[in-house]
């Protein structure tokens, strides 16, 4: 039996998405696939407000996190993590065999713009890793305020990734001066996962030409190249290009400011449904993220048997990340969700807490 994904990442998928997945096949070498791939970068590059160029990966985010600093770490880079996945950019540094250090917030709080100007002042960083929101906590960090702290290091890579912000909050890669602004397609923009997009300022394109041992598949200078023939350096996957095309569309029919209310309507509609039924919000105030809440377990739900009650019933739930799984659950609220679906699954929910509190 499928089930209804109320999870974090990959996101149910809609109907119309899978449809444009069955276009019929074109060669991405034929001038069909140009014009399709140009479509879609100029759409993301309005999306992004990005000067430069937006590449399209296939392949899921991390291997473009990991691109991004096989080609921008020259020296040290300095990694910010305040949860599982911001702590495992660290880790992927390292097995590149760079040099790394992490600067670390308590899970459930933010990187804070404080925490970046001291570590960068030490000189020692040609580059840095955030997490702009933190999948595993809920925890969006105040990217406006870093990006103003990083004005005072232009020699510091500004690497971000928003797989679970991009399309969903504003990113505006000019103003805020981001150097590789990194997204997977399974999250905000609700498609399958297998496609990344990033944004690369030009500074950061001529950074990388002059690092070595950068590899091939992840090479900017390589998706540059192929960027001007509007095209990839390896075979995309073409059915989940056409299907980001269809997005893109739906997103700006939409209006990107109504995307935007849609997305914290969501938000602000699941913090207080949480706290009704007596839970708790595991992210500090003011860095609750805009697209899945951390709920608090109340000390006295069985999260595993709601968890599985949900599923008997078609739904698959998310019983929380890591080292908070089970003292958490997170519920999504992003890509073509809408305020119908949190109120359905917020009624069921509601049916079976009664069956699962001590």
Known sequence: MSKKLYIPGPVEVSADVLEVMATPMIGHRMKEYADLHKEVVDGLKKLLNAPGPV???????????????????QKRCACFANGAFSKKWYDVTLRCGLEADVFSAEWGQPVTAAMVDEALSTGKYDAMTLVHNETSTGVMSPLEEIAAVMQKYPDVSFIVDTVSSMSAVPIDVTALGIDVCLAGVQKA???????????????????????????????????????EKNNTPSTPCISMIFALRHQLQKMFAEGLENRYARHRLMADTTR???????????????????TLTAVANDGRTDVARLKELLGERGYAMDGGYGKIKNTTFRIPHMGDMTMADMEEYFALLEELLPQVRA
Do not use: C, H, I
């Open 55 to 73: 590449f399209l990966s296939t392949s899921s985010a991390f291997g473009v996190m990991e691109g991004a600093v096989r080609n921008l770490v």
């Open 189 to 227: 923009f609700a498609l399958p996962p297998g496609l990344a997009v990033f944004a690369v300022s030009r500074k950061a394109l001529d950074k990388a030409r002059t690092t070595p041992n950068r590899g091939y598949y992840f090479d900017f200078e390589e998706f540059e190249k192929n960027d």
């Open 272 to 290: 207080a449904w949480a706290l009704k039924q007596g839970f708790g919000l595991y992210a500090a105030e003011g860095a609750r993220s805009q």
